[in-house]
């Protein structure tokens, strides 16, 4: 099944397994009429999702080997499937269609460790998801104890019960009045005790880890602050470090791409390279027809960089060991004697000259704003100019053209 389609089942799934979760144990506890419809829907469904789940679990085992059933699962699927509701007259038999609510939970596990860019907000769905129904299964079991299980507002006070026990909040206006009902109340308050924990502490670590560019930034901002303070910075100084953390934060959210990076294995890191710096290298004029092959080759060995406005990129009288690439800025190209050039932004590039013609700069290049740049030292020029020589000759050109 195509991942679009196995995505939109396993929701099919988990609403008929949602539905049966809640009506069915309602349906028991306060003598409502069953829905025959929802036990005709979930039959069906149900058994549609054995054969789905028999036939990949065969499909794995011919692809990697292991074992081909996984028997405790087949179990559970199966006894969620069969409509024993229909075929014996016990309410309580109704409620093995709930066990499918644990393939629910699985594969909303499943869905969470793949999502990458929503991960932490999807944890904290899955798990207010997860409470909701745990709190309305102990209602529904305080209603089956209660002697006033026929009062409309049962489910309402039971809830308001649930809630508070669970929470530790308690205030003692519902009470248990027998012993079963106080053995009930002492087992949900161990349990509250155990959730209450769990839900302080994963809100706050999932709070925490919502936005970790965030976090990130002030932890080094108050680095930044103490160093500035115990070795007595300049003010300009300050202010001017203070300007460049906060342009990695705006535009970058904080995070050092080459971090990233060395942690992906080889092909992975190739491909999301090639998706950061095709756009620039293409835009350059002279590698726009290259290969795929080639701009792969040269989008691994990019070099991500950044200058402050006012800062001296180039200044002529230096040796060149790098051209760099413009992914957002703009930069000012003076001459010797300072006198202005012109002007470069996005998808240029500059320093080209001296590097390819292993000449000290004729030229220098001062960042007008904030700049993103990508920089090819001369290492990588000489891997370019021996194994393309076509791409090394049209750069060479291009050189020649600014003497």
């Known amino acids: ?18 539905a049966e979760a809640v009506v069915t144990p309602l349906s028991i506890v306060r003598e409502v009429v069953y829905l025959p419809w929802l036990e005709a829907v979930a039959t069906v469904v149900f058994a549609a999702d054995v054969v789905r789940h028999v036939r990949l679990r065969l499909e794995r085992h011919k692809a990697i080997g ?19 509701a229909s075929l014996l007259d016990i309410p309580a038999i109704r409620l093995l269609r709930i066990l499918k609510f644990g393939r629910v939970a699985q594969d909303l596990g499943r869905w969470q460790r793949r999502e990458i860019r929503f991960n ?74 155990g959730i209450y924990a769990y839900l302080i502490g994963n809100i706050a670590n999932i709070v925490a880890n919502l936005n970790p560019a965030r976090a990130r930034y002030a932890e080094m901002m108050g680095r930044v602050s103490a160093f500035a303070r115990y070795r007595s910075l300049p003010n300009d100084l300050q202010h001017r470090i203070r300007e460049y953390f906060d342009y ?61 406005p006012g800062d001296y990129i180039i200044k002529s009288g230096e040796v060149a060991n790098a051209m760099y690439f413009i992914s957002r800025g703009r930069v000012e190209i003076q001459a010797t004697d300072g006198r202005h050039i012109r002007y470069m932004e996005d998808g240029e590039f500059f320093g080209e000259v001296g590097l390819v013609l292993g000449e000290v700069r004729t030229a220098t290049v001062r960042a007008v704003t904030f700049c993103d740049c990508y920089r090819l030292d001369d290492a990588m020029w000489a891997e370019i100019a021996r194994h393309h020589p076509d791409v090394a000759a049209k750069i060479a050109g291009r050189a020649r053209g600014w003497e």
Not at 1 to 18: D, E, F, K, Q
Not at 66 to 84: F, N, Y
Not at 151 to 167: E, G, I, K, R, S
Request: charged letters at 15%; proline letters at 5%.
């Open 1 to 18: 099944m195509r991942p679009n389609l196995a995505t939109a089942w396993s929701v099919v799934v988990g609403v008929v397994a949602t």
């Open 120 to 193: 932490h907000a999807l944890r904290l769905v899955i798990f207010a998801y997860g409470l909701s129904i745990s709190a309305h299964w102990l209602t529904c079991g305080w209603i089956a104890l209660r002697e006033d299980a026929g009062d409309p507002l049962a489910y309402v006070h039971a809830l308001y019960w649930c809630v508070t026990t669970l929470t530790t909040v308690g205030y003692g206006d519902i009470v248990p009045r027998t012993g079963a009902q106080t053995w009930y109340a002492i087992a949900v308050m161990i349990l509250g005790v």
């Open 248 to 308: 990695v934060w705006e535009q970058r959210l904080g995070y050092e791409e080459q971090t990233v990076l060395d942690a992906l294995p080889a092909s992975l890191r190739t491909e999301v390279v090639l998706h950061l710096k095709r756009d620039v290298i293409e835009r350059v004029p002279i590698f726009r027809d290259a290969s795929l092959h080639f701009i792969r080759e040269v989008a691994a060995d990019l070099e991500p960089v950044v200058h402050m």
């Open 66 to 84: 292991g074992p081909a059933i996984h028997l405790p699962w087949l179990i559970v699927d199966i006894a969620a499937a069969i409509p024993l």
